[in-house]
């Protein structure tokens, strides 16, 4: 199952915005500004994630290092790439003393540069903090570094690209996928996508999913059948990952699924099957197929014949007795039309 996910998540890779440019901010730094010589490593880091970034999927790295190797200059370095595309970066960090100290650290490094580096932490004055809310969504600020104030909704980025969190394992699966979340919407309001895929973790997109169709976006949901049923119905499409692992067990074994790894039709199914044909059908009762797949897709976003060990709607509709099915010559193809009736 580990396997199939994770070829599912390369798969269906949640596109992200290129940073091409490797421009001044970076280079002028490299070449003048650095107070020491990189090591190897950290040079081959700052290599793999240039390439990571110069690619069309969305980043997600794990940086390790003992207190003192030199993570927060690869951070910095990587912020100035994001600067260079015209994207903000931000710096998450699990208390105020330590995102003080990286403030410090990096608009020290930072400081004979032509960008603007901002704190924000829950100490930050009112005052303050409106002005750092309106430069950041105007796009003022390059960089901004905090606690888990940066996860407000009042904090909106105007082109977020880039997000650190140091020392992640202190905070929460859902802190950490706010900041996803923010980048999210930030790739929404772009324009330069139609759709969104998310496959679920433990993380619950529900609010994402529900805020991207509200924008006329496509959400299609993939993940297990333990998947929360809130996040479930707020996609358009919801498909569960064993209907795909069945797949690939017939596909290369070419045995079949077992009964027990098959859902039932029950009462709620034909029930639903059967209001849906009522919801569409004409005066003698007959509804077009396609149409009534249509439908349940949108009464139901995970229902799925696959669920029910059918490849198609139609043998299923066939297998419960309880409709009729009549097929149509389609003057516009050789495929004929089916329709369908409660009986």
């Known amino acids: 199952l580990q396997l199939i996910t994770k070829n599912l998540i390369r798969k269906h890779k949640i596109k992200g915005h290129p940073f091409e440019i490797i421009g001044d901010n970076f280079t002028n730094f490299y070449n003048n500004h650095l107070p020491f010589e990189l090591t190897n490593a950290q040079k081959r880091v700052i290599k793999e994630i ?55 650290g990096i608009s020290e490094l930072a400081k004979d540069l032509d960008i603007k580096i901002v704190l924000l932490t829950g100490s930050t004055k009112t005052a303050a903090r409106r002005k750092i809310h309106e430069a950041l969504e105007n796009g003022e600020l390059d960089i901004l570094i905090g606690t888990h104030a940066l996860l407000e909704d009042k904090v909106k980025f105007r082109n977020l690209g880039f997000a650190i969190i140091d020392e992640q394992h202190r905070f929460g699966v859902e802190q950490r996928s706010k900041l996803w979340k923010k980048d999210a919407m930030d790739i929404l309001y772009s324009g330069k996508v139609t759709g969104f895929c998310l496959v679920s973790s433990d993380s619950d997109f529900t609010r994402l999913a529900t805020r991207l169709r509200e924008a006329g976006m496509e959400v299609i949901g993939i993940g297990e059948k333990k998947t929360p049923h809130p996040f479930i119905v707020a996609c358009d499409k919801f498909i569960y990952i064993e209907i795909l692992k069945k797949e690939t067990v017939e596909k290369n074994d070419q045995k079949q699924v077992p009964e027990s790894e098959i859902d039932k039709i029950t009462k709620k199914e034909i029930k639903l099957i059967s209001a849906t044909i009522n919801d569409l059908s004409d005066e003698e009762g007959w509804a077009f197929l396609g149409d009534v797949g249509s439908l349940l897709q949108k009464k139901q976003p995970n229902f799925d014949s696959r669920n029910y060990g059918f490849e198609k709607l139609t043998p299923l509709i066939k297998s419960i007795g309880s409709f009729e099915i009549e097929q149509r010559e389609n003057p516009k193809s050789r495929y004929k039309l089916i329709f369908v009736k409660n009986k």
């Open 50 to 104: 240039r390439n990571d970034l110069g690619s069309h999927a969305q980043m997600n790295r794990l940086l390790q290092g003992d207190v003192g190797s030199g993570k927060t200059i690869v951070a910095l370095l990587c912020m100035l790439i994001a600067k260079d595309n015209d994207f903000q970066s931000c710096l998450m960090a699990p208390t105020e003393i330590l995102a003080t100290q990286h403030f410090n």
